[in-house]
C-alpha cells in the first residue's frame, strides 16, 4: 500500500540533475514532496493535485500524473543543499477513513 | 500562524519503563493529526491518526498507545518500552493541502 519511489539512493556531483519517482498501486489525488536532512522533521516541498499538474520550486520541480498514479520529482543543477532523504506522501482511503501515508524513500547525495 | 510542538526533542529510557509525548497544534480547530515512527535509516512508518477527539486509529499492532484528549492535542504512549521502539517519532498536522510536522523526538530505550 506504501508508494513505492525509485531509485532507493543516488549520488550526484553538483551541477547535476536527477529523477525520483513514485508510483502507488492505488489511486492517486494529491502527492506531496518532502525533503528530510538527517535527524530532522521532514520540510514540505510542494503538493500536486490534479493530473498531469506540474509545480516548481527553485530549481526543484515535479510532475504528477494521476492516470499512471505515479509523480515524479526533478532536480536541476543540484547544490550541495539537496542533499537528504525525499519522500512523497499522498492521501489514500481506506476502511471508510482517509488517511496519510509516505514512501518509501530516496536517499540523495551531493559531492563537491 | 499555524504551528505545531512536539516534546521532549530526545529522550533516553529504560526498558519496561513508560512513555509520554505530546503533540499540540496552534492556529486551526479540528485537525487531523498522526503520529510516524523513522527508525534509523528507514522510512516513515504511520502509527496512529486521529480525525477528532477521542477518533484513534491504529496502524500496526505494538505495545504503544495514542489519545486525543483535547481537539489540537495528540499523545503517543506507552506503558513498558520494549528496546523495539526506539526510533524517531514525529507528530504531524496534515491538510488538503500542506504538511506540518512536530521537531520530532529521539527515543532511544536501553
Known amino acids: 500500500q506504501q508508494p513505492v519511489q525509485s531509485p532507493q539512493a543516488v549520488i550526484l556531483r553538483e551541477g547535476e540533475d536527477a529523477v525520483i519517482n513514485c508510483s502507488s498501486s492505488?489511486?492517486?489525488?494529491?502527492v506531496h514532496w518532502y525533503r528530510q536532512k538527517h535527524g530532522e522533521a521532514p520540510v514540505f516541498l510542494m503538493i500536486?493535485?490534479?493530473?498531469?499538474e506540474q509545480k516548481g520550486h527553485d530549481k526543484i520541480s515535479a510532475s504528477f500524473n494521476e492516470k499512471k498514479q505515479q509523480s515524479s520529482l526533478y532536480l536541476t543543477a543540484s547544490q550541495l543543499s539537496y542533499s537528504g532523504t525525499y519522500f512523497c506522501?499522498?492521501?489514500?482511503?481506506?476502511?471508510?477513513?482517509?488517511?496519510?501515508?509516505f514512501g518509501t524513500g530516496t536517499r540523495l547525495k551531493v559531492l563537491a | 500562524s499555524q504551528t505545531i510542538h512536539q516534546w521532549p526533542a530526545t529522550l533516553v529510557q529504560p526498558v519496561g519503563s513508560p512513555l509520554s509525548l505530546e503533540c499540540t497544534v496552534e492556529?486551526?480547530?479540528?485537525?487531523?493529526l498522526y503520529w510516524y515512527r523513522q527508525a534509523a535509516g528507514r522510512g516513515l512508518q504511520l502509527l496512529f491518526y486521529?480525525?477528532?477527539?477521542?477518533?484513534i486509529s491504529s496502524e500496526v499492532p505494538q505495545n504503544l498507545s495514542a489519545s486525543r484528549p483535547q481537539d489540537r492535542q495528540f499523545i503517543l504512549s506507552s506503558k513498558k518500552l520494549l528496546l523495539s521502539d526506539s526510533g524517531f517519532y514525529l507528530c504531524?498536522?496534515?491538510?488538503?493541502?500542506?504538511?506540518?510536522f512536530g521537531q520530532g523526538t529521539r527515543l532511544t530505550v536501553v
Open positions: 504531524a498536522w496534515i491538510t488538503a493541502t500542506e504538511a506540518f
Open positions: 492505488k489511486a492517486l489525488y494529491s
Open positions: 500536486l493535485l490534479k493530473g498531469g
Open positions: 506522501g499522498t492521501v489514500v482511503w481506506t476502511s471508510g477513513t482517509y488517511k496519510y501515508i
Open positions: 492556529g486551526t480547530s479540528n485537525p487531523n
Open positions: 486521529s480525525v477528532g477527539i477521542g477518533q
